[in-house]
């Protein structure tokens, strides 16, 4: 266990991490950032609504904003997953992967959080290139293309709907939950969704390329892309291994700028909000290395005065 505690230790280095690294960085903090680089967005082909950075890679995203955490001497940069965290009085204690322990002032979780996908054949290697979860990312690409949602039940059927923003070919995969209230279901119709309520066995492509969709008992849909809506769980365990609360939806429940119910464990990125987008990530971190700031100059200040006191 090292002598001297950094003032931050940052758990994950995606779009909220490093953002957070940096602000953290021109700062003067002393940041150890883990990254075991396994980003939620991997297998896409493009990060979409982030300005000046439309469309880009995200592995190149993510190598561009490692390199700009080069002229900051205070932050670390390590490739390794943080295994496990305590608390021990005011201090954070953290188990690298390889069994180092390191100690710091804050923790900063921002692993963010992993699809749980459906069980379909075929589904995996289509993932991220024309099987998304998120239209906002990349509906713009799969524009005026037949489309199809899958999911059942009033989800799934909300799923379709949204959809017709991008495309007027829309088919709703309920996968044997095509249950509905009447208003959904005319809601579904005014749209003109078609509604196939047949199970779905598997998914069929080359190259990463959706073709078609086959059913149980009844014809294939041919489809170039499909939208389906998932259930997420945290990439990591440590958010919830210091104290953290999870709401309903899997993500962490937290306060203005990123705050948790923990004192000085703070959470950004997918892991902690509704809105999971790349730009979003990157925000709430620079929002939150302020807020960790502002925390550990406020306890160097009482420091000395409580000394003084003693």
């Given at each position: 266990?090292?002598?001297?505690p950094?003032?931050?230790?940052i758990?994950?280095?995606?779009p909220?991490?490093?953002?957070?690294?940096?602000?953290?960085?021109?700062?003067?903090?002393?940041?150890l950032?883990?990254d075991?680089?396994?980003?939620?967005?991997?297998?896409?082909?493009?990060?979409?609504g982030?300005?000046?950075?439309?469309?880009i890679?995200?592995?190149?995203l993510?190598?561009?904003?490692?390199?700009?955490?080069?002229?900051?001497p205070?932050?670390e940069?390590?490739?390794?997953?943080?295994?496990d965290?305590?608390?021990?009085?005011?201090?954070f204690?953290?188990?690298?992967?390889?069994?180092?322990?390191?100690?710091?002032?804050?923790?900063?979780?921002?692993t963010?959080?992993?699809?749980?996908?459906?069980?379909?054949?075929g589904?995996?290697?289509?993932?991220g290139?024309?099987?998304?979860?998120?239209p906002?990312?990349?509906?713009?690409?799969?524009?005026?293309?037949?489309?199809?949602?899958?999911?059942g039940?009033?989800?799934?059927?909300?799923?379709?709907l949204?959809?017709?923003?991008?495309?007027?070919?829309?088919?709703?995969?309920?996968?044997?939950?095509?249950?509905?209230?009447?208003?959904?279901?005319?809601?579904?119709?005014?749209?003109?969704?078609?509604?196939?309520?047949?199970?779905?066995?598997?998914?069929?492509?080359?190259?990463?390329?959706?073709?078609?969709?086959?059913?149980?008992?009844?014809p294939?849909?041919?489809?170039?892309?499909?939208?389906?809506?998932?259930?997420?769980?945290?990439?990591?365990?440590?958010?919830?291994?210091?104290?953290?609360?999870?709401?309903?939806?899997?993500?962490?429940?937290?306060?203005?700028?990123?705050?948790?119910?923990?004192?000085?464990?703070?959470v950004?990125?997918?892991?902690?909000?509704?809105?999971?987008f790349?730009?979003?990530?990157?925000?709430?971190?620079?929002?939150?290395?302020?807020?960790?700031?502002?925390?550990?100059?406020?306890?160097?200040?009482?420091?000395?005065?409580?000394?003084?006191?003693?």
């Open positions: 266990m090292s002598g001297i950094w003032e931050c230790v758990a994950g280095g995606g909220a991490g490093l953002s957070a690294a940096l602000v953290l960085g021109r700062a003067r903090r002393r940041v950032l883990c075991s680089r396994e980003p939620r967005n991997r297998w896409a082909e493009g990060s979409h982030y300005l000046t950075r439309d469309g890679a995200p592995d190149t993510l190598a561009l904003a490692r390199a700009e955490l080069a002229p900051y205070s932050v940069y390590r490739r390794v997953r943080i295994e965290a305590s608390r021990a009085g005011d201090i204690e953290l188990r690298l992967e390889g069994g180092e322990r390191v100690r710091s002032r804050t923790v900063l979780v921002a963010g959080v992993v699809d749980a996908l459906p069980a379909v054949e589904l995996a290697p289509l993932w290139r024309s099987v998304h979860h998120c906002y990312c990349d509906g713009w690409e799969r524009r005026d293309s037949p489309i199809a949602a899958y999911g039940g009033a989800s799934g059927a909300r799923l379709a949204k959809l017709r923003q991008w495309s007027a070919d829309i088919v709703w995969c309920a996968d044997g939950d095509a249950g509905l209230d009447d208003e959904l279901r005319s809601q579904l119709a005014a749209a003109g969704v078609v509604v196939r309520p047949e199970p779905v066995r598997r998914l069929e492509g080359r190259d990463g390329r959706l073709e078609r969709i086959v059913f149980d008992g009844a294939p849909l041919e489809r170039s892309a499909l939208f389906i809506h998932t259930e997420v769980r945290q990439a990591s365990p440590l958010a919830e291994r210091l104290g953290c609360r999870l709401s309903p939806k899997g993500t962490v429940d937290t306060r203005s700028a990123e705050r948790t119910e923990v004192p000085g464990v703070f950004a990125g997918d892991a902690s909000k509704d809105a999971q790349v730009v979003v990530a990157a925000a709430e971190g620079a929002e939150a290395a302020v807020a960790i700031d502002a925390l550990l100059s406020g306890k160097d200040r009482e420091a000395p005065a409580l000394a003084a006191r003693s």
